[in-house]
C-alpha cells in the first residue's frame, strides 16, 4: 500500500517531467552560450542541467521508495533559437519561478493531506529553490548590466568565481 496518496502522487509525477524539462531547457541555453564561444557561461548552464535532472531523480526515488505508481508524462520541447543572452537567461529566471510556484503548490498539497514525509521532502527543494532563483536572477543582471557587447565580463567573472 503507497504512504503517498493518489492525488499527492500524481502531482510528483508531473513535477518529474517538469524537472527532466528543466533539465533539458538548460541544455538549451547551455548550447546558446556555448555557440557564441562564452565557454564558462555555458559550463554553469551544462552543470545546472544535471542539477535539475538530479531533482527529477530525487523525486523519482521519492515515489519509489513511498510505493507510489510511477509515471514519467512525455515533455515538450524546450524553447531554442535564442536572439540574445539576456532572453536565454531571462527564460531560465521564468523557470526556475515556475518551478518555485509548483514546488509551493506540492508543498501546499502535502500540508493539506498532512503527509509529514512528503513535507520533509518538499522542505529541501523549497530551501533549493531560493538558491535557484537567487542565482539566475543575478545572473540575468549581470547580463543586463554587461549588455551584448560586453558579455566577456559574465565570462570572466565566472572564470575567477
Given at each position: 500500500?503507497?504512504?503517498i496518496?493518489?492525488?499527492?502522487?500524481?502531482?510528483?509525477?508531473?513535477q518529474?517531467?517538469?524537472?527532466?524539462?528543466?533539465?533539458?531547457?538548460?541544455?538549451?541555453?547551455?548550447?546558446?552560450?556555448?555557440q557564441?564561444?562564452?565557454?564558462?557561461?555555458?559550463?554553469?548552464?551544462?552543470?545546472?542541467?544535471?542539477?535539475?535532472?538530479?531533482?527529477?531523480?530525487?523525486?523519482?526515488?521519492?515515489?519509489?521508495?513511498?510505493?507510489?505508481?510511477?509515471s514519467?508524462?512525455?515533455?515538450?520541447?524546450?524553447?531554442a533559437?535564442?536572439?540574445?543572452?539576456?532572453?536565454?537567461?531571462?527564460?531560465?529566471?521564468?523557470?526556475?519561478w515556475?518551478?518555485?510556484?509548483?514546488?509551493n503548490?506540492l508543498?501546499?498539497?502535502?500540508?493539506?493531506?498532512?503527509?509529514y514525509?512528503?513535507?520533509?521532502?518538499?522542505?529541501?527543494?523549497?530551501?533549493?529553490?531560493?538558491?535557484?532563483?537567487?542565482?539566475?536572477?543575478?545572473?540575468?543582471?549581470?547580463?543586463?548590466?554587461?549588455?551584448?557587447?560586453?558579455l566577456?565580463?559574465?565570462?570572466?567573472?565566472?572564470a575567477h568565481?
Open positions: 500500500m503507497p504512504m496518496k493518489k492525488e499527492l502522487a500524481d502531482a510528483i509525477n508531473e518529474i517531467g517538469h524537472e527532466l524539462l528543466n533539465s533539458v531547457q538548460y541544455l538549451t541555453v547551455a548550447a546558446y552560450f556555448d557564441e564561444g562564452l565557454k564558462k557561461v555555458a559550463e554553469l548552464y551544462y552543470k545546472q542541467s544535471e542539477e535539475e535532472r538530479m531533482h527529477g531523480l530525487k523525486f523519482l526515488r521519492y515515489m519509489v521508495d513511498t510505493g507510489a505508481e510511477m514519467i508524462p512525455s515533455l515538450p520541447a524546450p524553447k533559437g535564442f536572439h540574445s543572452a539576456e532572453e536565454a537567461v531571462q527564460l531560465v529566471v521564468d523557470v526556475e515556475d518551478t518555485t510556484h509548483r514546488i503548490r508543498m501546499d498539497m502535502a500540508v493539506e493531506q498532512k503527509d514525509l512528503a513535507q520533509d521532502m518538499l522542505r529541501w527543494f523549497v530551501t533549493e529553490q531560493l538558491e535557484e532563483v537567487s542565482t539566475q536572477e543575478n545572473i540575468l543582471r549581470m547580463v543586463h548590466n554587461a549588455g551584448p557587447k560586453n566577456m565580463m559574465l565570462e570572466a567573472y565566472l568565481k
